[in-house]
């Protein structure tokens, strides 16, 4: 008899299981999609900040030949959206922002709807505009929202200990503002949605590029006073996500009701400079930080006091406080934190969430103090964050549990392979030479959430799963796929379970009619959650075929195992027979069974109450990156020469697809320290174009040194953790740190673009 | 409506024959005329490279190209590339260097492969990056894209 | 609103299209067509596609000149062997010039009339005191290049005439030419600056020197100033110095998305200081 020796596919380089359709150009995103009697749907933008819409006439848009529907305000229900309730599809009292919607057409075709918009006439009547946060606060400041008379949209404040008994055991206090600013996630798919309204059986469908289809549903149920069961979303293939579709936008509902006015499908597509107007934004930051610490180096407190500018209305970005807060509670143990924050509204545009989720802000500023700090005190800073660093076993002042930890082994990774104590201080000793290119090297650590996070009612995912007679699975998974590979690693853990090859499986995410409830694409919680989702579903169908078996070959289950599609005795990998036989020997029996299962995953969270204390997430991922860089005094350029990362993933499941993964953040970071910049200008875009908002291109990548450290996390699937976000977050603060290294300046201000690292080197305002 | 001009052109070795306005790009009667969407739209403007298609065997963003003047040309999409076997080992190459997240930028990454790998059969590291920088990638931080197309023209870095 | 479209297969055909006024011409389209889509530029009546001319491409050496054909595109410029023995700092500007699939579209021509300030064949063909020759169903005319622009996009070049050669004599022994552009990517940015030196090497220093910037005046510039501080000097410490102060005393810069002008000037005072020291070193 043949032998299967046991294999295991954890930790292989398994390539995305949907890439050779995309090189083949085949692949049909939103974008690509035509459905009969389709009508081009476009909306009409405001060209102000703040105003009052006395009159808008649509009637020569109306007139025009090919146009069949104009949309105002007037014409649709008042149901806004957001996460505030404050953003009303289309505006009809005032707009708010440059990226207001004040009417939408559907037309025959691109050039009529565009001939359509220039016929709408709209009347104003400008109020006074409001561009900085600070301003908004002052009493008697122009009211933006009139829910909320004195601008603030939202708060947060969470403490910890004494601050003030931190303080007095402090040796050294150090104290900043840093400023953090506007970046947006230039998905190489623009935004688009096509909705398909019939009238006659009220079935709704809409196909769209969301991150939270199940989340979508019902909000789009609640605006649209529609029956949830008759709302129907399909998700096309997705270019780029990165959390810029973790809510609502008003294009969507526009969409819907252009469909509902037309009976026709109408399809919503934004051009690049739409895009980059109307899409969300990073949540721009002031971070005001006071740290202190011991002679020896214990860290003693933490005053954080946060102003974010919310712009007109409230989307996710203005929750990232809930997150910027854990990195300054427990990234490193600090016994006192008090921490305020407050987004306000203004004229600006809106944030989103994005990759990191406030993150970077929070990490920006804890790093460069820590620096700060150990310089103060004249202490070698890994030292210095060694000593403070979290350890597994911790429980947080913000009662964040931390099981599997793998901080300690991140830094001392990442400082051994960058070779960093020796050369950061080499670095230093040549700051005062006379070369105009100054080497420099930094540091930056990062925790963040790896196992979900609970903050709508459940945080869990469903999965059903099948085999057929000829042991092909289909996994139907409530997890969307996003580009980040999520189909590829939940095959994969499924084919572990059940010894099959990753050509057994197909996998179906992408219809909320098929599909069971996931909460959504964020958080860095796909391969945990639904992981753990599918390897439940795939166990237990596992359990049901070795049942099977056992009677078939006159073994206990426990005696069985199941690989290269076989049953196989455990023992010695002995074949007992072909896993379809079995599966048919099942079906086309007097029992007549099919191996199906389903599965619900919830991690073994909390909720935090009031007071955001409790282990919001079922495991935390920790990551250390080093950056060196060359600075060129001449001109201010920053080039990032090398980055040397050490992530703590739990453990590495497909290797392949989490270098991709690691490496996407570390130059989308080093994009958000170095390049990336949305130039505002009362409250206006100015470079709405990749020409002057420049994302990285392959020239400047830098060399990367990856190192996983495997801390394997006892709930995580097969003891994985989620670092989707990780990689993005240290990069602003590690080069911070690296241009502080190579020229003595300290940059609180992002981006560090030439001409602001060259003013700041000038000394010059 | 602006001028209509009829023109006829071999789109991946096939004749075509089209009216379509004087000033429409390329790139919008490949995808709303001829209905051949692997080519993408990622900004208009020549800066992303989604658009890339070869034409009389040259890599050029088909934003900025006038649909006019592919009048009596060869057109090479990524579909053209990809039905050509010759092209699998970069297709695979591709594939198996994990050069492919959301798959947006990769038709565009595709052509403009094909093209550098025509022109240079064994680039090096150096060569592939500047050749491919035109196109952006939000995804992959282009390492394993690189990766690829040195590994497709046979050298190892 | 475009009414006709001419695919040109002569100069005189396309000169025949243009005569009838209101026309535009398209060589690459790299910079018609994204102008035209965002309503920057209003295409005329007719269309006159040029990149059929067979008249129009290609490179010669003609006596004691080189006579470049307007539709010789950016690449073929960066890999021309008559360009790289002969002008290598238009090989140069060429490679640090946009993407290759641009390259390969954009010509030398469309980026003469284009006419912006930034436009980076344009500091090179300053240095290289480089003539255009320009043709209408009138006759034909040459001027130099340092003429032809009138402002931001406005050149003199008359509606109804075509560019049909740029021409740049055969440098000097001993002359040698730098192109400095400022930017963070290897060719994909607009300039914010370029600096452009040249000059015959001798005695230490630079004989018949021409400076030339873009990006910081509303057409790209000679820099009389900065030359005249060169001129014969030796190139120490002192002379490079007073060279980079008039430089920056000289450009116009203006403060716009990329850059303010105050930035702009200390590039090219930096700049300047870079390329000399570079020249010195030889
Ligand atoms: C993404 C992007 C990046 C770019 N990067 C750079 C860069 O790095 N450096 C740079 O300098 N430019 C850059 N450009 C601008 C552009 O590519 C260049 O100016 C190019 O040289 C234009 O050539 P073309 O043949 O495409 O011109 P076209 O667009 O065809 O024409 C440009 C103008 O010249 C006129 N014209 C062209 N040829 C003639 C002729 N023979 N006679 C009369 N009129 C004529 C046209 O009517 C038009 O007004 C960039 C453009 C894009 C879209
Ligand atoms: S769509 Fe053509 S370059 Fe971006
Ligand atoms: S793979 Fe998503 S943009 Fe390149």
Redesign the interface.
């Known amino acids: 008899m043949a032998v299967i020796a046991k294999d295991s596919l954890i930790g292989r380089r398994i390539p995305k299981m949907d890439a050779p359709e995309k090189t083949a150009g085949k692949t049909r995103y939103v974008q690509d999609m035509k459905l009969p009697g389709q009508l081009v749907g476009m909306i009409l933008r405001t060209d102000r900040v703040h105003a009052r819409i006395k009159r808008i006439d649509t009637s020569r848009a109306q007139a025009l030949p090919g146009v069949h529907a104009v949309l105002t305000a007037a014409d649709i229900p008042q149901k806004p959206i957001g996460v505030n309730k404050d953003n009303p599809p289309l505006k009809g009292d005032k707009v708010r922002c440059i990226r207001d919607e004040i009417a939408a057409v559907a037309a025959e075709s691109e050039e009529i709807a565009k001939a359509a918009l220039k016929l709408i006439e709209v009347e104003y009547e400008d109020l006074p505009g409001l561009f900085d946060p600070t301003q908004a606060m002052q009493p008697g400041a122009p009211v933006i929202q009139e829910a909320k008379p004195n601008n603030i949209a939202m708060v947060f404040d969470y403490a910890h200990g004494d601050v003030g008994a931190g303080e007095a055991e402090s040796d050294v206090v150090v104290e900043d503002e840093f400023y953090l600013h506007y970046v947006t996630h230039c998905c190489m798919g623009v935004s688009g949605v096509i909705a398909d309204f019939e009238p006659t059986s009220g079935n709704l469908t809409i196909y769209s590029n969301t991150q939270v289809p199940f989340l979508h549903k019902r909000e789009f149920s609640e605006v649209l006073g529609m029956d949830p069961g008759r709302i129907r979303i399909i998700q096309p293939p997705i270019g780029g996500g990165f959390g810029s579709k973790l809510d609502i936008y008003p294009f969507e509902p526009i969409a819907v009701y252009l469909a509902k006015a037309t009976r026709r499908p109408v399809k919503l597509v934004f051009s690049r400079e739409e895009e980059f107007i109307a899409s969300p934004t990073r949540q721009p930051a002031i971070v005001k930080l006071r740290s202190g610490c011991k002679k020896d180096g214990t860290l003693t407190f933490r005053t954080v006091d946060i102003l974010l500018d919310n712009g007109g209305y409230t989307s996710w970005g203005a929750t990232i406080p809930f997150v910027m807060m854990q990195t300054f509670s427990s990234l490193y143990r600090v016994p006192h934190c008090l921490y305020h924050t407050k987004a306000v509204y203004t004229n600006n545009p809106y944030a989103g969430s994005f990759r990191g989720y406030g993150n970077l802000q929070a990490t920006f500023a804890v790093e460069q103090q820590i620096d700060k700090m150990a310089e103060a005190i004249g202490m070698d800073n890994l030292a210095f964050r060694l000593k403070n660093a979290q350890a597994p076993g911790e429980v947080t002042g913000q009662g964040m549990v931390f099981k599997s930890c793998g901080f300690k082994e991140c830094l001392t990774t990442a400082a051994e392979r960058s070779g960093y104590v020796q050369k950061f201080s080499a670095n230093a000793a040549n700051r005062s030479k006379p070369s105009a290119r100054k080497r420099g090297i930094g540091m930056a650590s990062m925790l963040h959430v790896g196992g979900g996070a609970k903050i709508y009612p459940s945080d869990g995912c469903g999965t059903i799963l099948k085999l057929d007679d000829f042991a092909h699975v289909t996994l139907i998974t409530g997890a969307s796929e996003i580009g980040q590979g999520s189909e590829t690693v939940l095959s994969q853990l499924v084919c572990e379970e059940l010894g099959l090859p990753m050509s057994a499986v197909t996998v179906v995410n992408n219809d909320t009619e098929i599909t069971p409830w996931d909460v959504g694409v964020h958080a860095s919680r796909t391969t945990f959650i639904a992981g753990n989702s599918a390897i439940g579903a795939a166990r237990k169908a596992k359990e049901k075929i070795l049942a099977l078996a056992s009677k078939v070959a006159n073994l206990t289950p426990e005696q069985l195992d199941m690989r290269g599609g076989c049953i196989v005795r455990a023992e010695d990998g002995e074949v007992v027979m072909p896993l379809p036989k079995l599966l048919r020997s099942l079906h086309f029996s007097d029992k007549a069974e099919l191996v199906m299962t389903t599965n619900y995953y919830e991690p073994p969270s909390v909720h935090q109450g009031k007071d955001f204390k409790g282990d919001v997430s079922a495991t935390y991922a920790w990551a250390t990156q080093v950056c060196e860089v060359e600075v060129d005094t001449d001109t201010g350029i920053v080039k990032l020469l090398k980055v040397t990362a050490a992530h703590d993933v739990g453990r590495v499941l497909n290797r392949l697809g989490l270098e991709g993964q690691i490496e996407g953040g570390i130059v989308m970071g080093q994009g958000y320290a170095l390049s990336e910049d949305m130039v505002f200008k009362q409250g206006k875009l100015l470079n709405p174009a990749f020409r002057d908002y420049k994302l990285m291109t392959a020239p400047e990548v830098p060399e990367m040194d990856i190192s996983f450290i495997e801390s394997m996390d006892g709930e995580g699937p097969q003891g994985a953790k989620g670092v989707g976000e990780a990689p993005a977050i240290c990069m602003a603060a590690a080069i911070a740190n690296a241009i502080y290294n190579a020229t003595g300046v300290r940059m609180t201000n992002l981006p560090f673009t030439p001409e602001n690292v060259y003013r700041a080197l000038k000394g010059a305002s | 409506m602006s001028l209509a001009v009829e023109i006829a052109f071999k789109l991946n070795g096939s004749p075509v024959r089209v009216s379509i306005p004087a000033t429409m790009t390329a790139l919008s009667m490949l995808r709303d005329q001829l209905n051949v969407t692997g080519t993408k739209y990622g900004c208009g403007e020549g800066e992303c490279g989604a658009c890339t298609i070869l034409v009389d065997g040259l890599s050029v963003n088909s934003c900025l190209m006038f649909a006019v003047e592919c009048d009596g040309r060869e057109l090479t999409t990524v579909e053209g590339v990809a039905a050509n076997p010759v092209n699998d080992r970069l297709r695979d190459a591709l594939v198996e260097h994990g050069g492919v997240q959301c798959g947006f930028c990769t038709p565009g990454m595709v052509v403009q492969s094909k093209w550098l790998l025509d022109k240079h059969p064994h680039p090096d590291r150096h060569q592939v990056e500047r050749g491919l920088e035109g196109n952006l990638c939000r995804c992959t931080g282009y390492k394993k894209i690189v990766d690829a197309v040195c590994g497709a023209g046979g050298s190892n870095e | ?5 001419v ?1 040109a297969k002569t100069v005189e055909e396309a000169l025949e299209a243009l005569s009838g006024g209101d026309a535009t011409v ?1 060589a ?3 910079d018609v ?2 102008q ?3 309503g920057r530029l209003k ?1 005329g009546r007719t ?1 006159v ?1 040029i ?1 059929r001319v067979a008249a129009l491409s290609g490179l010669a050496l003609t006596g004691d000149e080189i006579n470049i054909g307007p539709l010789t595109t950016v690449a073929d410029l960066n890999e021309h062997d008559l360009i790289r023995q002969h002008l290598p700092v238009l090989a140069d500007a060429a490679d640090k010039f ?5 390259r ?2 954009g010509t030398i021509g469309g980026n003469v009339c284009n006419a912006s300030p930034a436009g980076d064949l344009l500091v090179p063909l300053l240095l290289l005191n480089a003539e255009v020759e320009l043709r209408s169903s009138n006759g034909r005319r040459r001027m130099k290049l340092q003429d032809f622009f009138a402002g931001p996009g406005k050149s003199h070049k008359k509606p109804g005439e075509l560019l049909t050669a740029i021409l740049a004599p055969l440098p000097k022994a001993g002359f040698t030419a730098r192109f400095e552009k ?1 930017g ?5 940015d ?1 300039s914010t600056v370029s600096v452009g030196i040249a000059g015959v090497m001798a005695y230490g220093g630079l004989q018949e020197v021409r400076v030339a910037f873009g990006a910081v005046a509303p057409t790209p510039m000679r820099g009389p100033a900065t030359e005249h501080a060169l001129e014969g000097k030796k190139l120490d410490d002192a002379a490079i110095e007073a060279a980079a102060q008039a430089a920056m005393q000289e450009v116009k810069p203006i403060s716009d ?4 002008d ?2 702009r000037r ?2 090219v005072h ?2 300047v ?2 390329v000399l020291q570079d020249v010195a070193r030889g």
Request: hydrophobic letters at 45%; charged letters at 20%; aromatic letters at 8%.
């Open positions: 609103m475009v009414e006709r479209y695919a398209v690459g389209g790299t067509m994204p035209s889509q965002a295409l269309l596609n990149r946009a993407s290759p699939q641009i390969n579209m400022f963070t990517r290897p060719a994909l607009i998305v990329r850059a303010t105050w930035y200390e590039l930096n700049l200081r870079k």
